[in-house]
């Protein structure tokens, strides 16, 4: 069993900047790859990001590449989602997600656990 808890969420302007947090408890974080993912209200959840056990591998999705990059610490079983320029249609739920395997999975049906969430909005 993965606990996953997110931080880092918030209220931020048009072409502000957040990192985002996702603290890994119980079994080995490094047997994991992480993602990012998002909801939007109204909208499906959708992949963001992920990178793979040893950071060897990472895939980020094109409307965020160049802003948002990926990262892990695996040493304090953490692994972080920096956004910077963002715009207000990166607003959303945004969860990070725990899958056993060794690749860089974009399908969430990939992953095993998941965090509760952590708000993102950004006004314009």
């Known amino acids: 069993q993965v606990q996953l808890v997110e931080s880092g969420g918030g209220l931020v302007q048009t072409g502000g900047s957040l990192r985002l947090s996702c603290t890994a408890s119980?079994?080995?974080?490094?047997?994991?790859?992480m993602g990012w993912f998002r909801q939007a209200p109204g909208k499906e959840r959708e992949f963001v990001a992920a990178?793979?056990?040893?950071?060897?591998?990472?895939y980020v999705v094109d409307s965020v590449k160049g802003r948002f990059t990926i990262s892990r610490d695996n040493a304090k079983s953490t692994a972080f989602l920096q956004m910077n320029s963002l715009k207000p249609e990166d607003t959303a739920v945004y969860y990070c997600?725990?899958?056993?395997?060794?690749?860089?999975?974009?399908?969430?049906?990939?992953?095993?656990?998941w965090g509760q969430g952590t708000q993102v909005t950004v006004s314009s």
């Open positions: 997600a725990a899958a056993p395997i060794g690749v860089v999975p974009t399908n969430p049906n990939d992953y095993y656990y």
């Open positions: 990178i793979s056990r040893s950071a060897g591998n990472i």
């Open positions: 119980g079994r080995t974080f490094s047997s994991y790859a």
